[in-house]
């Protein structure tokens, strides 16, 4: 197993909460427990290793996918339910209750996040993690201070190797 | 009894003579009527202050919701603190997270205004020192030749010294702002954005002074569309020759630089070259004759290190706004001295004003302090070019690149510990770009010279001190070399006959839109994001305009026949022109443009009426701003002021630090409605523009979103047609996928793209239950929005005929 926990380190802080680090088993087991769930993937998943395996978690639990930044195109032809949108607006919709989501049956209870800069997704989710209860499970290969857990800093090799251990988790 | 006008008079040699001044109400009468003659009747809010317009900002935000994403849980403002915010708690104080955050927002913007508007004042008064308070303002063919000074305080100024009051109410202003930030001051969010608005509104109003002092006396390019064509890039600069690099936004101190050159027949013998907004003016300074400037403009904040470690300055001159903090230490380990020239930026450097020339170059010259303070203009004027003359023989092959066996030496030293990368702002790679430089391949070094912003966040924390930065420039070098482009002169405003010939297509929709490209160089994947769009939207007939530092980048692109943009596309307010407002404070006259359509084109009162002529920017003309790269303070004044005028803006995905963005829920049917103007009915309209101001992921995704909130309400068939042809293209070129909403844009079958209509009116009833008339080809029922060419969409009530 990938030990997705060991490198939390930061440059800068976000201040007093940060995320719980988390191991790729506790991260399956939240994502299958979720009862809306939805996978946010940004524009950097769309190198082929990650995109494939976006692709199979969204698979794996039947998944919706939020494609932000141009990762739409990255999901074209594929099996899965993936929707456009952009990021700073979702973040601002999953504070909403009252959102009916991206088909129409309302807000999520868990995003699991992938295929962001550290810099872009922690402004995003200091919404979520400030103005809701929306949990956010960070699955890049960056640690995400904003997200509620999150895997800690990955090489690429590792960070692949930790989402095909979710996809056999899953 | 003679009859006493407005004006001054005196009485001499009077003695014990009391004079009672009974009433002078009449004079006043009659000056204000002849304002009215002159401007038309006063609008309703002239000279705003914090609740003046607070109606008007809260009609935005009724449907731009405040979406409030902190930078950090906590507020460390004052001595009860620091508080945890987190989640919305509040602080010792009371206030909460919301609060907090939406008070940073307005710390940046009133920030941002006091930048430019100090930057005005300065301008301003050098200017009236020099050529007197009854110099006629100039700005070219226009009757309308303040329309942010009109539009905001009802005047319109007609001479240098009509433009200081108007300052003097900004700083008023400003002050009040500035007071509401102190602790126990204002506790709702929403009530610091409707603050946030106002302080942009001041800094269209500051950059507008600032500009039209300059452009007026200091011989710039007057809504010229062919002001000429300037040098651009790191590689224009010939490093034989001694060499002046100024940095900053006010050109004030420059000019007397340049004069000096000119007399003593330098402008041959030696280079001058600038960084930021300074460069900009450099090269519209004295060229309203259109003759090609011999200033170049080297590029923006992001080059400042690296200009500096390449050793080419002889000697820097600085400014105000946007200028390293480092300069002074970086200089000085090069034997380049810097020369402070303005009261902003004095850097500790000793002040030498009052003293010699010749002994200030003796000090500098022998290493005896590394720079000075220079206020005196006439003095700096001498001093800077005869410091770079006798500079240049001394600090031959001085830089701070490494040698190609120092190269080698330094790349071996890195362990790859990640750290530089952990601390990189963009997130770069670079620990596998050194990597592979171990191996002789600079390659993967020199992929990162574009992305970096010239930082030096990563030698900072570089264990082994490797100057990863002069690594980056050694590897690109020849790259460096080859930066060469060609950017317009700054134009100055666009003219009242230009608005005349285009505002109609504009409103229509026939011109699918104006696509604004300000700001600065923190982009996130490098220069050519704002090339890429903007060539994007001219290929397909939007108007682009341009200014400050994106329209330095922009020209430093060439395609396959080596022609810039500039160079492709003529410099007019017309679509398919790309035209160059200028510098940072020539933004307001890209929101002044917009003012001018309702003014000029749709005869709308502009003075003191900012809510009427917003409200009619927001239902009607098609302009979309966009800082990809915005940094600074200065870029979220600039969008907030024209977020208040009615104008959408784009960011690049770091402006999410801002903290505040204003984006609509366009699933609420609620928030998308206006009154009809003709009897105060509400009607229904499109979800767009869908936001005042968010952010983008990346710049195809920009380029969606831009096409899509050009849609306005008062689009006719045509418009909305082309409209809808440019986004659906746009969406399925960069995003693979057909918009989810372009048929909640659909009125009549005449709004939909000519060359799919049959395949979308057949979509619109299979999946969005549409009647269609298949023998015509006609709708017959199912758009929620009618279309009726004599609408007057509008939020404001008050407007309406039998409102």
Known sequence: MVDTTKNTKLFTSYGVKTSKAITTEVAAKLISKAKRPLLVVGTLALSPEVLDRAVKIAQAKNIPIAATGSSMHGFVGKDVNAKYINAHALGFYLTDPNWPGLDGNGNYDTIIILGFKKYYINQVLSAVKNFSDVKSISIGKDYIQNATMSFGNLSKEDHIAALDEIITLL | ?803
Not at chain 2, 480 to 507: C, W, Y
Not at chain 2, 535 to 546: G, S
């Open chain 2, 1 to 803: 009894m003679s009859k006493l006008t407005t004006g001054s008079f005196s009485i001499e040699d009077l003695e014990s003579v009391q004079i009672t001044i009974n009433n002078i109400v009449g004079a006043a009468k009659e000056a204000a009527e002849e304002k009215v003659k002159e401007l038309g009747p006063m609008g309703p809010t002239p000279y705003p202050s914090i609740a003046t317009l607070r109606d008007w900002s809260f009609t935005l935000f009724d449907r731009y919701e405040p979406v409030y994403t902190p930078m950090c849980d906590q507020c460390c403002y004052c001595t009860f603190g620091p508080c945890n915010l987190e989640g919305n708690k509040r602080g010792a104080c009371g206030i909460d997270m919301k609060g907090q955050t939406a008070r940073e927002f307005f710390l940046r913007c009133i920030t941002g205004c006091a930048c430019h508007s100090a930057h005005g004042r300065h301008l301003l008064d050098h200017i009236i020192e020099l050529f007197g308070e009854d110099m006629p303002i100039n700005m070219g063919a226009s009757n309308v030749i303040a329309p942010n000074i009109q539009l905001v305080t009802g005047e319109q100024p007609k001479t240098l010294g009509d433009l200081k009051p108007i300052m003097e109410y900004v700083e008023e202003e400003l002050g009040q702002l500035l007071a509401t930030i102190h602790a126990g001051q204002e506790g709702a969010a929403i009530d610091y954005d409707n603050k946030s608005m106002l302080a942009g509104v001041l800094d269209h109003v500051g950059m507008e002074v600032s500009d039209i002092a300059q452009v007026t006396a200091l011989g710039f390019p007057k809504s010229d569309p062919e002001a000429p064509l300037v040098e651009v890039g790191m590689g224009t600069i010939d490093k034989s020759k001694p060499t002046i690099i100024a940095i900053g936004h006010n050109v004030a101190g420059v000019t007397y630089i340049m004069d000096y050159m000119e007399e003593h027949g330098l402008t041959d013998k030696m280079e001058i070259g600038g960084l930021c907004c300074t460069a900009f003016d450099m090269t519209r300074y004295k060229r309203e004759d259109r003759k090609a400037p011999y200033a170049k403009i080297v590029g923006t904040i992001s080059k400042e290190l690296k200009v500096v470690r390449s050793g080419i300055p002889d000697v820097i001159v600085l400014d105000e706004q946007c200028v390293r903090a480092d300069l002074v230490a970086e200089g000085q380990k090069l034997k380049i001295p810097i020369i402070a020239s303005n009261e902003k930026i004095m850097y500790g450097l000793p002040d030498r004003t009052n003293d010699d020339v010749d002994a200030i170059i003796e000090d500098l010259k022998t290493g005896k302090m590394p720079g000075c303070v220079m206020l005196d203009y006439d003095k700096l004027g001498e001093l800077v070019p005869r410091l770079a003359m006798e500079m240049a023989p001394l600090r031959e092959g001085i830089s701070a690149i490494p040698t190609d066996e120092e190269m080698v030496a330094l790349v071996s030293k890195c362990v790859e510990c990640g750290e530089c990368a952990l601390a990189c702002p963009e997130e770069l790679a670079i620990p596998a770009a050194i990597a592979v430089a171990k191996g002789g391949d600079y390659s993967a070094l020199e992929e990162l010279h574009d992305l970096c912003i010239g930082c030096r966040r990563c030698e900072q924390v570089c264990n082994k001190e490797i100057p990863i930065l002069s690594l980056i420039e050694k590897a690109s070098l020849k790259a460096i070399a080859e930066e060469k482009g060609l950017v317009r002169a700054g134009r100055g405003q666009v003219s009242d006959p230009e608005i005349r010939a285009e505002g109609l297509n504009l409103v229509m929709g026939t011109t699918p839109g104006v696509i604004a490209i300000i700001g600065c160089s923190n982009y996130p994947a490098g220069s050519r994001d704002v090339y890429n769009i903007a060539e994007e939207f001219l290929n397909r007939n939007y108007l682009v305009a341009v200014s400050g530092c994106s329209a330095m980048d922009i020209g430093m692109y060439k395609d396959a026949d080596g022609k810039t943009l500039y160079e492709r596309f003529p410099g007019r307010f017309e679509k398919g022109n790309i035209l160059n407002t200028g510098s940072c404070v020539s933004n307001s006259h890209i929101s002044g443009t917009a003012h001018k359509v309702a003014a000029i084109f749709a005869g709308r009162n502009l003075s003191g009426n900012l809510a009427e002529i917003a409200d009619y920017t927001l239902n009607r003309v098609g302009a979309v701003g966009l800082a990809w790269g915005a940094y600074s303070q200065k870029a979220a004044a600039i969008g907030t002021g024209c977020n208040m005028y009615g104008i959408p803006a784009v960011l690049g995905p770091h402006s999410g630090k801002y903290r505040r963005a204003l984006i609509a829920k366009t699933y609420d049917d609620s928030k998308w409605k206006v009154y009809e103007g003709r009897n105060g009915s509400e009607m229904d309209i499109p979800p767009a523009p869908e936001f005042l101001i968010t952010t983008a992921e990346t710049w195809q995704e920009a380029c969606v979103m831009m096409a899509k909130n050009c849609i306005r309400p008062s689009d006719n068939n045509m418009g909305r047609s082309i409209k809808l042809t440019h986004w659906i293209e746009l969406s399925e070129k960069y995003l693979g996928v057909m918009p989810e909403d372009w048929w909640k844009f659909v009125r009549h079958e005449a709004d939909l793209p000519l060359s799919k209509r049959e395949a979308l009116l057949k979509i619109l009833e299979a999946e969005h239950g549409f009647e269609i008339d298949w023998k015509k080809k006609k709708i017959i029922s199912g758009p929620k929005i009618k279309f009726d060419v004599s609408s007057q969409p509008t939020n404001l009530k008050r407007l309406c005929k039998e409102a």
